[in-house]
C-alpha cells in the first residue's frame, strides 16, 4: 500500500469508532486513512465534535477503534489489551497535553524523568536524558524546580522534554498552545518545529490553532469523523507529492 | 514491571505522602492510637499477670485456705449463720484423709507505731513454726521466728521494716514498736471508744518475699493475738496443709462434704484462676476497644487514600498515559497506604511502651501501691505491629484499586 516500502510511523485503515450515549450510537470516525512517514510534523484541526479527540485517542493508544486498524511503526494495536497498551504507549508514544499535566510536588527533573522510570531505563542513563533534554528545551538551570514555579510556557516545555525521553516513535500534542498567550504560543510552537527538524521526531498535532497549523507539512482538515480535506503546510520537506501517500479520506471504505 | 525501578516508585508514593503533610500526619496519628492502644493493654496484662502469679507464688502450692464463710477471700462479716472456726474445726480439719497440717491464724489490723513513725498495719497471729507450710519461701533478713509461748515478740514484713517512702529502716531487731487499734466498748450502757495499746519486741525482719500481702504484714504468736484482738479462740483463717498439690481437690472435695456451704475453701491455683478470668475478662472488653479503635485507623486510611485518589485523577490519568500499568499505579497506591500502617505501627508500639509506664503511675492503685511493671511478650509486639501493618495494606486496596481501573480518557479530561 505504501508503494514505496517505506517504513511509515502511523498508518490506519478504515478506522472507525462509535459508541453509545444513552440510546443514541454516536459515530465519532467513520473511517479515517492517514499515514505519516518517520520524521514528519502534521496537524489535524476541524471544529469540535469532527471527532478530533476521538482520532487523538485512538493514536494515543488510549483507547480502541471499534473497527479499523491503527498501526505504528508497523504494529497493530487495534487489538491489544490493556497492559500490551501501556507498555506501548510508554515506549512509543510521547504525550504533550494542552494543560501539561506536570505533577507539581515534584521537581523538573522528576517530571522529566517520570517515564522513563517504568521503561526501566538505568538510572544514570535517565539523568544524561533528562539533562540534554532539558538543555534542548532551554530550562538546562530550571531541572530543581518545581513546576508551580514556572510560567506556563515553561511548564510545557518541561512536558515537551518528558514526552522525548523515552525517543518515541511519534509524538502527539492535544492543543499544546491553547492555555498560553500567543507570544508564548510561538515559541512553543518554533520549539516543536525545531525538534521535528533536530531530532527528527514525528510530531502529530491537534489543534485549534490555525496559524500553528499552517506552519507544519500538512494539515489534515476532519469534519463528522472522516478527513474532510487535507493540504500542505510550510514546512518544507513535506512535499505535496506525497499526498497520494499520505491519505485516501472518503466517507465510508 | 521486572525492569521497573521498585525504589522509584516507592519514591514517588512517599513523595505524594509528603504533599499532603496534614492528612498523612492525622492519618497516622489514627493508626498510631490504635496500636498503642493494643500496645499498653498487652503491656499491661502481661505486668499484672505477671503480678499475679508473683503474689500467688508465695503460698505453698499445697495450701488450702479455709475461712468461716463461702465468700472467696478473707474473714468479714460476723453473721450468726456462719459456722466459727474454733479448735473443734482445727481437729476435724486435722482427721481428713490427706491432710498434713492444719494451721489457724487470727489477723488483725491496727497501727504501728515506732518511736515518732506510724504505719497501718495487718496483724496474722499464728505458730511461726508452721509458716514454712503456708509461705515455703519465707526466710529472715535477721532474727528469728516468734515461738508460740512468747506473747510480747513479733516478726515485720520487709516493707514494713524498710518503708520505701522512709531512708531509715522504720524499725530495727530488738527494738520495742507498739500496736494500737481501737475498738467500740460497752460501758455500763454507754458506748465509749477505747484504744488498746501492747509494747511487742522486734524478734525478726523478713526477706523480700515479692507478696504485697506477706510483705506489709507484721506476725505475733497465736495466743498474743487471741488475747490482744479479743478473739475469744475463734480463728479467722486456718490454713491446711495438704500432702501434695495432687490431692487438693480431693481435700477440698472432703472437707466441702463435711461443712457443705457454711465454710469457704479456697485453694492458691482456684484464686489465680478467679483473677485471671476477671482480669481477662476487663482485658478482653479493653481490647476490643484497642482493635475497634484500630479498625476506625483502618477506615481513616481507606478515606484518606480515596479522597487522594480522587484528588490526583489527572495525574493518574498522565501517569496511564505514559505508560504506567494498572498494576504499577495499585502497586504506588498499596505502598502508600502500607507506608502509613508501618509508620503508625511504629510509632504506636513506642508510644504504646510509653503508655502503659503513663497508666501504671496514673491508675489508682491503693494506699500501699502494688507495684505493677508492664511485660510486653516479644510476639505479642510482633503480631500488634503486622497486624498494623496488614490491616493498612487491606484498607489500601479498594482506593488503590480505584486509581489503577482508572480510564486514563476520563482521568485526563477531569478538570
Known sequence: MTGQGEKLAIETLDLKKSYKMGLVTVYALRGVNLRMRHGEIVSVVGPSGSGKSTLLNMLGALDTPTSGKILIDDVDISRMGERALARFRNRKIGFIFQSYNLIDRSKVAKNVELPAIVAGMPKKLRNQRVHELLDLVGLGDKSNRRPNALSGGEQQRVAIARALINDPAFILADEPTGNLDSKTGEEIQNLLLRVNEEKKATILIVTHNLELAEKTGRILHLRDGVVEKERAGLMPHSKPSDSDLNVSANGRA | ?415
Open chain 2, 1 to 415: 514491571m521486572r525492569t521497573v525501578a521498585v525504589l522509584d516508585l516507592i519514591g514517588l508514593s512517599f513523595g505524594a505522602l509528603r504533599e499532603r503533610r496534614l492528612r498523612t500526619g492525622l492519618t497516622v496519628l489514627m493508626v498510631i492510637i490504635g496500636v498503642a492502644l493494643m500496645t499498653s493493654i498487652n503491656g499491661l496484662g502481661g505486668g499484672m499477670n505477671n503480678y499475679i502469679s508473683d503474689q500467688l507464688g508465695t503460698l505453698g502450692a499445697n495450701a488450702l485456705i479455709v475461712t468461716p464463710s463461702a465468700s472467696a477471700f478473707g474473714p468479714e462479716a460476723q453473721s450468726g449463720m456462719q459456722t466459727k472456726l474454733t479448735s473443734q474445726t482445727v481437729r476435724t480439719l486435722g482427721r481428713i484423709q490427706g491432710v498434713d497440717y492444719v494451721i489457724p491464724s487470727f489477723t488483725g489490723g491496727g497501727t504501728l507505731r515506732s518511736g515518732s513513725e506510724s504505719k497501718t498495719v495487718a496483724v496474722l497471729g499464728m505458730d511461726q513454726s508452721k509458716m514454712v507450710y503456708v509461705t515455703p519461701k519465707i526466710s529472715f533478713e535477721s532474727g528469728a521466728f516468734v515461738s508460740s509461748t512468747d506473747s510480747g515478740g513479733i516478726v515485720l514484713g520487709h516493707s514494713i521494716a524498710h518503708p520505701s517512702n522512709l531512708d531509715k529502716p522504720f524499725a530495727s531487731m530488738g527494738q520495742s514498736v507498739f500496736i494500737e487499734f481501737s475498738k467500740i466498748e460497752n460501758q455500763g450502757g454507754v458506748e465509749k471508744l477505747v484504744t488498746k495499746r501492747k509494747a511487742f519486741l522486734v524478734g525478726g525482719i523478713l526477706n523480700e518475699l515479692g507478696s504485697q500481702q506477706v510483705d506489709s504484714e507484721v506476725f505475733i504468736s497465736l495466743s498474743a493475738a487471741n488475747a490482744f484482738f479479743e478473739k475469744n479462740s475463734v480463728y479467722d483463717v486456718i490454713y491446711v496443709i495438704t500432702k501434695g498439690p495432687d490431692i487438693n481437690d480431693q481435700v477440698e472435695t472432703s472437707i466441702t462434704k463435711f461443712y457443705g456451704k457454711n465454710i469457704g475453701i479456697v485453694s492458691p491455683k482456684a484464686i489465680a484462676s478467679t483473677i485471671n478470668e476477671v482480669m481477662g475478662t476487663f482485658l478482653g472488653f479493653l481490647t476490643a476497644v484497642a482493635a475497634v479503635s484500630m479498625f476506625v485507623g483502618a477506615v481513616g486510611i481507606i478515606t484518606t487514600l480515596y479522597t487522594s485518589v480522587m484528588e490526583r485523577t489527572r495525574e493518574i490519568g498522565l501517569l496511564k498515559a505514559i505508560g504506567y500499568t494498572g498494576g504499577t499505579i495499585l502497586f504506588m497506591f498499596l505502598m502508600e497506604s502500607f507506608t502509613i500502617g508501618l509508620l503508625g505501627g511504629l510509632l504506636g508500639l513506642t508510644a504504646g511502651v510509653a503508655g502503659a509506664y503513663a497508666m501504671i503511675g496514673i491508675l489508682p492503685l491503693g494506699a500501699n501501691a502494688i507495684s505493677i511493671t508492664p511485660y510486653f511478650r516479644p510476639t505479642d509486639l510482633a503480631q500488634v505491629f503486622l497486624l498494623a501493618c496488614a490491616l493498612s495494606v487491606i484498607a489500601g486496596i479498594y482506593p488503590a484499586w480505584r486509581a489503577s481501573t482508572l480510564s486514563p480518557i476520563t482521568a485526563l479530561k477531569k478538570e
